[in-house]
């Protein structure tokens, strides 16, 4: 190869080369988005499972947001790994509670004194409503069918200084 | 200048001490020149506080790092609008920022309020200084923005890239204003409480303050979802994450508020209820706070652990203790003038809404302590995420939307059985039309549709209103629409205010339902590569990788992605996600990567990019790509609901003068805008009735 055919070629290559100049400016180097990493019921799986690296987010929110977290991605990979032996959600889901226990759960089982955490709500709302609709009904049969004029005669017609009063009322209601 | 700091601080505690003795003792009946000492003790607290701020604000520009403060949230490089507003970036700074913007508020109080109110004036200083003084007292003994360093840094740690965002300059000030604005109706009502003048006075004086809360702590929410959506990069606006749960809680009590305090004004009934939603609005504010800072309950946005928790629990306890006994000593005083004269009438309504608004903010109270109840109970920890606030919250919140809409419906006092349905039909089939175009359109899923149908029951209901007012004008006063319109909202604001507020909310509720359609997929591209994504609406969008870039700005260093996104085959523009590795002014690291994401947003959906990292240091990289329809919905709500409010709370909005006024008296003859009109009952939705 002569000299000149040589050097075009390297230049070719530098032209093509895809490095990064700072490759740790751009985060940790990143492993190839997977099948699994796109399948629907890991993914519907994992926003049910908590991170465990104290966010408070799911492990699917918790990988797919800033890329930082180094707990979503393991947790990922185990989930992946269960999935090829052929486990199912609830199989999977089962192995992370006995794992990591029940707080790796994004919301209870609705079973024991967790079922108290869904209906409580629920309850109070439709007991106060209740209790409220009674009183009302109750406060509404007491009321007097003819309601006597409250306002004495005398009143009827306003005076100048009955005016003046209402319009420093009405002014205060403006404020 | 951190000694004047101090100095100052210590000045604003006696101010807060001076005020809060002197105005609950009541000494100061009879003896004006006291009475004004506690006025100016509100004052001069305002004044040291003012002070002590201007002393953190110098440390700051001036990067005095020997101030402990300075060094952990600002750097040389940091730029300087970052530099300002760090001081509510972190726990001490953020405690003296609620200070001052309290006393503030509490001086303004005093100047604002008319001179009708001055008996209440003292108890509102008393209550406004003392408040000020535990946040001051909280500062001087736990959290001091004015500590020193035993050395001086060469340079600060700098702030948290998160932070460095508009969102996060506007946002938690927008946040803080809501929550301390709530403290001047607090005080009223323990002043009225106090001074035992328990008429509709005190409403009066704070029915502006309590629209101003509202409306800052909507703002502050509304601005934390966008923060929360642009910076975060999940692809979501609301994860009911404790703190997000602790400002949503106030909103709602306060939300109550605003309208069964019109039953109040109108009838002179609910009295206890109002000033037991105002008390409950206060301490969850005070509650938000303590969640926010004492990290008893795991949360993202939480500050760092501190012994400041310990505070606010004895605050709270003890505000809450004194403020329920002051109510139940009062209780014989507040009963109500009128009784309830039927179940279809809108003070019905507003009590079933008041129920649903405090019933969610139970049910998300409940959610947000039930993993401490749990541990506490069972001895086990347990997540409680978003799964169980939907479960729970979805239904309450699709039930309000559905009296949001019945509430204009139905008259005050009662409404008769023909009145109700010829209110109903024009909403109601708004809303069956809405619900059949989406099952046309393939919408299957049921949640969403609700709601969507219900925004337009709702949507329905204001149009209706809105018809009315204005066709009973151009009737009577032969005015065109765009006059009728304008005059019908003019001379009611706070009414029709209120009806563009429920048009946010309806717009909220259809943003919220989108969600419910979110398409997301990784992939991994070399520059030329393509990945696609089909959107809900059956579009097919390709990405095409064109290169990642890398280049040096202010205090980073920023690896850029850009990805060329096509719809259906044809180009529609370029999206750009960054990797930024930011760096003090020694160009060395300060925190880890993070991401900007790259978000492409219409009316329909939005495209949501993230660049998550580079294979092996090259420029194939990995994105997590997303597709969020009807998120610009959420910003729009936003500011409709914004855009309402101020109009509710706009000055002005009535006649005024003589002439004015007399025309809001029955029996009065009165001619408008010069031109002789017959003396009439003013028709219904004419714009002069109260909302």
Partial sequence: ?175 | MTLLGQFALWLGLLAGVWGVGVGLSGKWKGNPELAASVTRAAYGQMIALVVAALALWKGLITHDFNIEYVAAYTSRNLPTSYVVTAFWAGQKGSLLFWALVLSMFGAVAQVVTSRRHARLLPYVAAITTGVTAFFILTMLFSANPFERLAFTPADGRGLNPQLQNPGMVIHPPMLYLGYISITIPFAFAIAALLSKKLDTGWIHAIRKWTILSWLFLSVGITLGMWWAYVELGWGGYWAWDPVENASLLPWLTMTAFLHSVMIQEKRGMLKRWNVSLIVVTFLLSIFGTFITRSGVIASVHSFTQSNVGYFFVGFLLAIGAASFSLLYLRWPALEAESRLESMASREAAFLFNNLILVGIAFSVLWGTLFPIISEAVRGVKITVGPPFFNRVNVPLGLFLLFLTGVGPLIAWRKTSPANLRRQFVFPTVVAVLVALGLAVAGMRNGWAMMSISLAGFVLGTVLQEFQRGIGARMRMYDEVLPLALIRLVNRNRRRYGGYLVHVGILVYFVAFAGMAFKTSREATLSPGETASLASPYGHTYTFTHLGVSQYNAFNRVVSAATLEVARDGTKIGVIKSEKRQHVDSFGEKTFEPSTEVGIMSDLREDIYVVYAGSIGGTERANFAITINPLVWWVWAGGAILVFGGLLAMWPGGRPVGRLGRREAQAGFETTLSGVPEPAVATPVGSGVEEA
């Fill in chain 1, 1 to 175: 190869m002569r000299r000149r055919e040589f050097f075009g070629s390297l230049a070719v290559l530098a032209l093509q080369d895809d490095r990064l100049r700072m490759p740790a400016a751009a985060g940790g180097s990143r492993t190839p988005v997977g099948e699994g990493d796109n399948d629907a019921v890991i993914r519907s799986l994992e926003l049910t499972l908590k991170c465990t690296c104290g966010c408070n987010l799911d492990i699917f929110t918790c990988r797919t947001t800033d890329f930082t977290c180094s707990y979503s991605p393991q947790l990922h990979a185990e989930i992946l790994a269960h999935r090829e032996q052929g486990l199912t959600p609830e199989e999977i889901t089962k192995v992370f509670v006995e794992k990591y226990g029940e707080q790796i759960l994004m919301a209870p089982d609705p079973v024991g004194f967790n079922l108290a955490g869904y209906l409580v709500p629920g309850l109070a709302v439709l007991v106060a409503g209740s209790i409220l609709a009674v009183v009302l009904a109750r406060k509404q049969r007491t009321l007097p069918t003819t309601i006597e004029s409250p306002i004495p005669e005398n009143l009827a017609t306003p005076t100048g200084e009955d005016l003046t009063r209402l319009e420093e009322e009405l002014s205060e209601v403006a404020d």
